[in-house]
């Protein structure tokens, strides 16, 4: 991406006029059927939805969202039949996040240097320090984690054991014993779509009802 066109961004993105300052992040893209719970309210997700600490994303069939952390330092794609709860807080100038994956799947690219990122699944505790994964969920909470780029720490919340996950390899963890991990077989991401590059646009409106339209390219 151009320097140039990064900078206008971040400075964008980082408005307080245009943006709530409990946002923390952005839905940069949701296709299909994606539902928002915000406090106790339900809404239908849209690009350039702001979500907030706490604010869930439940993705239906057929449909997925894509959020973007307001510091610019990470990406989430959520797939259909997927939930995920976010939040973040910042601490020494960098936005620490640490979300929940009830269930389902996702695929992240985190920058290095930018805060915690964390994702808790009902069994583990999935920590990134800068890489590219795929985190899996399962209707009993047992998590299968693919890390694509980097190194992936996933930890048991029932026993405390953890391993190390590098770059093509895989895990799975049903929340004690030993956390399993392989090679990631051959065309095994085959059926996971996670190309990542868009150019969006995005109405932004403050509370005062003021808006404007920027367009982002993402990947």
């Known amino acids: 991406m151009n320097k140039i066109l ?29 539902i928002l719970t915000h406090g106790e309210d339900l809404l239908n997700a849209k690009n350039g939805s702001e979500l907030e600490n706490e604010d ?88 299968d984690l693919y890390t694509l780029d980097g190194v992936v720490n996933i930890k048991n919340k029932l026993d405390d054991k953890e391993a190390d996950v590098k770059a093509g390899q895989k895990a799975h963890s049903i929340g004690k014993n030993e956390i399993l991990v392989a090679e990631i077989e051959e065309d095994e991401m085959k059926d996971y779509d996670v190309k990542m590059s868009e150019n969006l646009k995005i109405e932004l409106k403050n509370d005062n009802g003021e808006k404007r339209t920027i367009t982002i390219e993402f990947e």
């Not at 961004?9 to 059927?33: E, H, R």
């Not at 990406?75 to 995920?84: D, E, Q, T």
Request: aromatic share 8%; net charge positive; with cysteine.
């Open 6 to 34: 990064c900078i206008v961004i971040i400075i964008i993105l980082f408005s307080f006029p245009l943006i709530a300052q409990d946002t923390v992040g952005i839905a940069l893209k949701v296709k299909g059927d994606v």
């Open 56 to 143: 869930t994303l439940e993705s239906k069939d057929e449909s997925f969202a894509v959020v973007k952390f307001i510091d610019g330092s990470s990406v989430v794609k959520l797939f259909p039949n997927s939930i995920l709860t976010i939040n973040a807080s910042k601490t020494n100038g960098k936005l620490n996040k640490k979300s929940t994956m009830k269930l389902g799947e996702l695929w992240a690219k985190v920058s290095k240097n930018t805060g915690s990122f964390i994702v808790d699944t009902p069994t583990t505790v999935v920590s990134v320090k800068g890489t590219k994964f795929i985190l899996s969920v399962d209707e009993s909470g047992f998590t």
